[in-house]
């Protein structure tokens, strides 16, 4: 069974950065989509970004402009590079990988912004 392990989450100030990685823990592995998933105490799950096997990318619309996704398909890793960060970005991040008829999650990794 693929695993998805995650690191880089932790605390920032406002205006800050961070970086988000997740590695597939099979090369063979080669997923059509992998991305990252937010969830904040008392709200839902929302997309925040997404990257193909060929490098077409999707954003959620509170993030666009600030974060940004990237993929070594070599490594089946996939980035996301944080910056200016909010508040309002605090929620535990999920690293998701799609490879049909299968969606993979990693287990979670917690983001809090404030000062």
């Known amino acids: 069974q693929v695993q998805l392990v995650e690191s880089g989450g932790g605390s920032a100030q406002p205006g800050g950065s961070l970086r988000l990685s997740c590695a597939a823990s099979e090369r063979a592995f080669s997923p059509k989509v992998m991305g990252w998933y937010r969830r904040a105490p008392g709200k839902q799950r929302e997309l925040v970004a997404s990257i193909t096997d060929d490098g077409g990318t999707t954003y959620g619309d509170t993030v666009l402009g600030r974060f940004a996704i990237s993929r070594d398909n070599a490594k089946n890793t996939v980035y996301l590079e944080m910056n200016n960060l909010k508040p309002e970005d605090t929620a535990t991040y999920y690293c998701?990988?799609?490879?049909?008829?299968?969606?993979?999650w990693g287990q979670g990794t917690q983001v809090t912004v404030s000062s």
């Open positions: 998701n990988a799609v490879k049909v008829p299968t969606i993979y």
